[in-house]
């Protein structure tokens, strides 16, 4: 084994600089082309749109690891959303039940490694159910722990939710109170915020890439494509399974806690079974497994979800009445916003189900008609085969 | 009142309610049993038979005051109705939504029934709206113990309580009896043990499959049309909810095994009636949750399923 075992290509790095780099920079840029070029096309600024949209991409990524790379289907993802924001809240927030506070930057030091400990103790217990099994006890956990929080009233506030939150300081900045002034350039409050997620996005992106060329995200991958084959080349599931929930389960701890500073308040319907599916429908549709795929689907998905239903029925409302058809003059598609989700589900199963940027391994596997060898002509029988010099 | 009478109060409510739980788990296992797939989407098949029973029985305007035969046929119209809508409705997803998947990696299914009980979910908040809308309450509500046997107990075992017990045992022996008993039921089994040498015996896959769903649905349906005069409420997430309780009924009893679903749902009933009195309505959930965690974790072939060695 030892003697040939290369390293596998880095699939996941960027290989193109040039993409990436302009990439970054219209990320880095964007606060300041939205009022000026963005706001008057939309009709308002886009950014308080943009942030709840990038937090869910955020946990996109921690919920690939757990679905996309080592293949565990968890329908409960939301849970650590919950015990995210909770921790945070119960850390910073002046109605919480803990005899001290801590600073924002504590805080979402502790709700990251809080969330990453109940990925273990949630994740142990599944430790040895397979496929829709393990999808119906993450399913379970899902909706058991939004009703803890709702339940523990004396702790939590129950239903009324808790508020306010503390919020980070940085240079004796507080983030999101009042605008920020840079040498006669005005932010708004929320640029700061919007800064805060994308380097903490960036860190994340930067971490998940590494595991994934790492031996853990090797064997994670092993484990997903066939768990007996993975055991006997020495891999052990156990601490594969326990570090895939780990670590997905703790990115998740990170938005939680960013959530629950930037909006002030939580409660607990903030974090049900919707938003499981919302986060896991993020990462199918960009493509399980490849990352800047579930960015994608991420940030395409929370878009509409939160922005462009809303503008889209506008528009075709417009249309309704040009064209004098009523009941499209009268469309809503923000009530429908279900029915959307559920449709897009069920096509994305039945015409695409690698999502709309796979990675490679993954479409190969789905369709493996059309993988590469296959595709040069290669293999085929009467195809001379190359010959090696 | 006694503290036993009491408990036997609760044990006649959970059972009713258990009763119902059992109609959905049916379903469940039945889909399961054949074609091993969760099928998501049938607890919201469930609401939309309860919104079917509800708008036949608005449509034909019954009310408790209505003459004794109009609401009889009334009701036996809005079972009807209901039933079949939901057969169709679920006949209908499996082609639609499951059949292309059928080869597909496991994932596929799962998640397009899941996509499938959103889109129902949106139907049924159209229907209806987003809040609870109430359910005529049309069956009479006789006391059966004192004021009908004259017993001196103050436990209330009423009509209502009656009807659901008399409709469902039916329902629920008629299907046992359909598998075990009739060709089309050998062929449900046989489809289920091994599908691709079924199919060399002559049986009808697609055909089966179909029918298996059909009796699931027309089940939910039932079930829905029970809920709704049970009751008296109708909400578009009664089906997410309703769903995940019949599940676990199914589970627990052993997915897969009929006679397992209906022990099931008569448990998970009598413990959500108990935990509904004796702790706090708001806990049920999540011990029901707990229970169905439990059942996975330590015997996921359920109460009465066979331990199956895993297939590699």
């Known amino acids: 084994m030892a003697l040939n075992a290369r390293r596998p290509r880095r699939s996941t790095r960027v290989h193109k600089g040039l993409p990436f780099a302009i990439a970054l920079a219209v990320v880095l840029l964007y606060p300041f082309i939205d009022g000026p070029v963005l706001a008057p096309l939309f009709g308002a600024p886009t950014l308080g749109i943009m942030i709840p949209v990038l937090i869910f991409t955020l946990l996109a990524l921690g919920l690939n690891i757990v679905v996309g790379y080592a293949g565990l289907l968890d329908l409960g993802y939301a849970a650590f959303f919950a015990i995210g924001a909770y921790t945070a809240a119960f850390l910073t927030s002046p109605v919480s039940p803990l005899p001290f506070r801590t600073d924002f930057w504590i805080a979402l030091a502790v709700s990251w490694l809080v969330a990453a400990v109940f990925g273990v103790i949630l994740g142990a217990p599944t430790l040895r159910l397979r496929g829709d099994y393990l999808a119906i006890v993450t399913l379970a956990f899902g ?247 | 009142m006694y503290e036993l009478e009491i408990l036997v109060q609760v044990l006649i409510l959970g059972l009713a309610n258990g009763a119902l739980f059992a109609l959905i788990a049916l379903g469940y296992t039945l889909v399961y049993g054949i074609i091993e797939l969760i099928n998501f989407a049938h607890g919201d098949v469930y609401m939309i038979g309860t919104f079917t029973a509800l708008t036949v029985v608005l449509q034909l305007g019954l009310t408790r005051g209505s003459p004794p035969e109009v609401l009889f046929l009334g009701l036996v119209l809005a079972l009807v109705v209901a039933m079949v809508a939901c057969a169709l409705l679920n006949t209908a997803i499996e082609r639609l939504a499951y059949r292309p998947l059928r080869n597909a990696p496991r994932l596929a299914p799962l998640i397009s029934a899941i996509g499938v009980s959103f889109i129902l979910m949106n139907v049924g908040l159209h229907w209806y709206g987003a809040s609870q809308v109430r359910f005529p309450d049309l069956l009479p509500n006789i006391d059966l113990l004192r004021d009908v046997l004259g017993l001196p107990t103050a436990i209330h075992f009423t009509t209502k309580d009656l009807f659901v017990l008399v409709l469902t045992v039916p329902l629920l022996v008629g299907l046992n009896l359909f598998v075990a008993r009739t060709k089309l039921g050998k062929a449900m089994r046989a489809t289920a043990q091994d599908r691709e040498a079924a199919a060399l015996m002559g049986i009808d896959i697609n055909q089966t499959i179909a029918l298996t769903f059909l009796l699931g649905g027309a089940l939910a349906g039932a079930a829905g049309f029970l809920s709704g005069l049970y009751n008296n409420t109708a909400w578009f997430q009664q089906g997410f909810r309703g769903g995940l309780m019949a599940f676990t009924a199914a589970v627990l009893g052993g997915i897969g095994n009929l ?42 072939s359920g109460l009465l399923g066979e331990q199956l060695p895993e297939k590699v």
Do not use: C
């Open chain 1, 143 to 389: 909706e058991i722990v939004p009703r803890v929080f709702l339940n523990l009233e004396s702790w939590t506030g129950g239903s009324r939710g808790m508020n306010p939150i503390g919020r980070p300081h940085l240079l004796g900045y507080e983030l999101g109170v009042t605008p920020l002034e840079i040498g006669g350039l005005v932010l708004g409050p929320q640029v700061p915020w919007y800064y805060l997620i994308v380097a903490i996005g960036l860190l994340s992106i930067w971490a998940i890439t590494r595991l994934y060329d790492s031996r853990l995200g090797r064997a994670w991958v092993a484990m997903r494509e066939d768990e007996v084959a993975a055991a006997s080349m020495g891999i052990n599931l156990v601490h594969t399974k326990l570090w895939a929930f780990a670590l997905g389960a703790s990115f998740s701890g990170f938005a939680g806690a960013i959530f629950a500073s930037i909006f002030q308040f939580i409660d607990p319907f903030q974090f049900d079974f919707s938003i499981s599916i919302m986060v896991l429908a993020m990462v199918i549709l960009g493509g399980l497994g490849n990352i800047w795929g579930v960015l994608a689907g991420g940030i395409v998905l929370g878009l509409f979800d939160r922005g462009i239903s809303a503008q889209v029925s506008v528009w075709l409302r417009g249309l309704g009445t040009a064209l004098g058809i009523p009941a499209l003059a009268t469309i809503d598609l923000s009530r429908s916003r279900l029915m959307i989700f559920g449709i897009a589900l069920v096509l994305l199963m039945l015409l695409r189900p690698e999502g709309l940027f796979p990675s490679a391994r993954r479409r190969a596997e789905l369709h493996p008609e059309e993988s590469e060898v296959a595709a040069r002509g290669e293999l085929t029988y009467g195809a001379r085969l190359p010959v090696e010099r």
């Open chain 2, 259 to 300: 006679t397992g679903a209906v022990l099931g749902g008569f448990i998970i009933g009598v413990v959500s009636a108990l935990s509904d009195f004796y702790l706090d309505p708001r806990w049920t959930q999540a011990i029901v949750f707990a229970i169905l965690i439990l059942i996975m974790v330590f015997r996921p």
